[in-house]
C-alpha cells in the first residue's frame, strides 16, 4: 500500500533580510502510512517545526519549499500549483499545534470555530456543519456539548481548548493529522489524556499522524516509527522499538541517555556537550561531529548520507554497533 | 449586560457631566466681568448696576453656582447675555450644523483610515505601505487651520471651484470636512494598520490558514473582527479631540456650528452660551464614550464575559 504521505528530498530555505539564504530543512524523506504514527524528534531548531510547517503548506511566501515529490493521499503536491495544492491539504490534512488557547479565535465561539472547520473539509449546510460540530465536540471528551460550543475560548482550560483544537481538527476525517508539540503545554495527566484521544481517533478515522515533539517520553508510548532530527537533517530512522533498544546514531544514542528515568536515581543526568550548530554557520561534514565523542577526521569533511544499517537508517560514519 | 453595569455608567456619566459644568462655571467667573464686556465704555453706573442684578452677577459666587445647578437641574440652561435668547435654544440652532460636519469628517476620516491602515498592514514593508505611512504622516502632522487655509487658497481663490465659506450647499460642506476629517484619519490608518499586523501575527491566523481558509475568509471573517477591538477604542478616544478640532475649522471657514459659535460666547463673556456649549460637548463625550463600550461588549466576548459578572 502507498503511503498516505511521502516526502522525497524536502528542503525549505528562508532568504533573511539582509540577503543570506538559510536553510533550516535540508534533504529530508519521509513516509507515513495510514493509520500510523510517525514521531519526529529532536531539540529546539533542528527543523522539525519547520518540517510541520512545509508539510502543512503553512510556511510563509518567502519560505522557499522544495521537494523532489511531496505526495498527499496520491497527489503530488510538489508538482501542483500552489492553488490545487491547498485544496488537496484543506481536504486531506490537519494540523494540531502547541498553544491551543491563542490557537482559537478569541472572538469566535468554540461551536463557530469547529463546524467552519466542517464546512470547509466536507462542505454541507450550516446546519449540518453545527450538529456535526456539537457531535465532535462530544466526541473528543468535553463535557455538555450544548454548552461548550457556546462557549469562546477564554473560558475555558487549556485542555479544553486542546479538544476543541483536536476536534477542529479531525472535522471531516482528514487523512493525516500533523500534531505539532500538541501536548507540550499541558499538564502531564491531562497530556496523557490528549495522547490517548489522538490515538482512538486515529483508530476511528484511520488517519496517519505526525507527532513532533521533544519528548522521548511520548515517543515511546505513541509512535509506531521515529525519525531524530539534528541540524535540519534526519539522523536516524527507524522502528520505535530498534532504536530505543539500539540506536545507531551518537546523536540517539545521547538522547535517550539523557532522559531522566523514575525508576534509576542518578545523580547526574547525561547531558550531550555543547549547541546546535547556529543555522548560518553549519559546520562541513557531519552537523553533530563538533559534539560527538566518535567523531573523526572524515566527519569532518563529509557529510554522511542516511543509510541502511540493519533494521534502520542512521546517517553516521562510525555508527555504533547494535547492542553497543 | 448587567444592570449594575448600567447603573454603574450612567453614575459616572453624571459625575464626569457635573466635574465639566462646575469647573466652566468657575473658571468663566474669574475670567474678567461680562457686563464690562458687553457694555459700551461710557454707559453709567446705574445701567451696569441694573445689568448685573438681572444676570445674578451681584451676588456671590457660591449663591450663583447653586442657583446655576438649581436651574439646570429644572432644564433651565439661562437665558444668553447678548440677545436675550434661550441660551439652549440658540446653541441647539447650531447642533445640526456641527453633527452635519463632524459625522461627514467621522465618516470620511474612517472610511479612508481603516481600509488604507489594513491595506498597509497586508503589505507591510512594501513601496506601497511605505506610501501610504508617510501620507498619514503627513496628514497627521499638518495643524488643521494651515490645511484648511491651503485647501480655500487652491479650491477656492485659485482654481474657484469650491465656496471658501458658509454652509448653503453640499459643496460648502465639503472642504471642512476633508479639514477635519484628515489628521483624524491619518490617526486612525497609523492605528489599524499596527492593530492588523498583531492580529495577523496571532496563532489563530494560522489556524484559519491550516483549516483552509481563502484570503478572504481570512480577512474578513478572522482577523477583522479582532482587529476592529483596538480601532473602536481609539476612535472612540478621539472623537473629543475631533469636536475640538471642529471649532477651528469651523472659524475657519465660517461654518456656523456651534464651534463659531462658542468662539465669539466665549469672547464676549456670553457666559450662559459658553455654560451650554460646554455641557452638550460633555454629554457627547460621554454618550460617545458609552457607545464604545457598548460596542466593545458586542465585539468582544471576554468583556462581555466580563460584564455578565462570569469568569
Redesign the interface.
Known sequence: MAPVLAAQGLSVAISTRDGRTVTPVRNISLALDAGETLAIVGESGCGKTMTCLALSGLLPRRAQVTATSLTLAGEDLATLDRRRAREVRRQRLAVVFQDATNGLNPVKSVGWQVAEAVRLRAGGSRAAASAEAQRLIGRVGLPDPARIMRAYPHQLSGGMNQRAMIALAVAGNPDVLVADEATTALDVTVQAQILTLIAELQREVGMGVVFVTHDLGIVAQIADRVAVMYAGRIVESGPVGEIFAAPRHPYTAGLIASLPRIDRRERDLSVIEGQVPPIDAMPDGCAFAPRCQRAADDCRRTSPPLARLGGVHAACLHPLREMA | MSVRFVIVKLLRAILTIWLVVTFVFFVLRLSGDPVAQLLPDDVDKQTVQFYRELWGLDQPVGVQYLRYIEALLQGDLGISFRNNLDAFQLVMERVPKTALLGGTALLFALGFGIPLGIYAALHRDTAIDRAIMSVAVFGFSLPNFFLGIMLILIFSLQLRWLPSSGSGTWWHLLMPAVTLGTGFGAQIARYARSAMIDVTN???M????????GQTRKLY??AL??AA?PIVTITGMKIGELLGWAVVTETVFAWPGIGRLLTSAVAMRDLAVVQCIMLILAVTMVSANFIVDLAYGW????VR?QRQG?R
Open positions: 496571532r496563532a489563530y494560522r489556524t484559519a490558514e491550516a483549516k483552509g481558509a471573517v478572522h473582527p479582532n477591538i465585539l468582544d466576548p471576554r464575559a462570569e
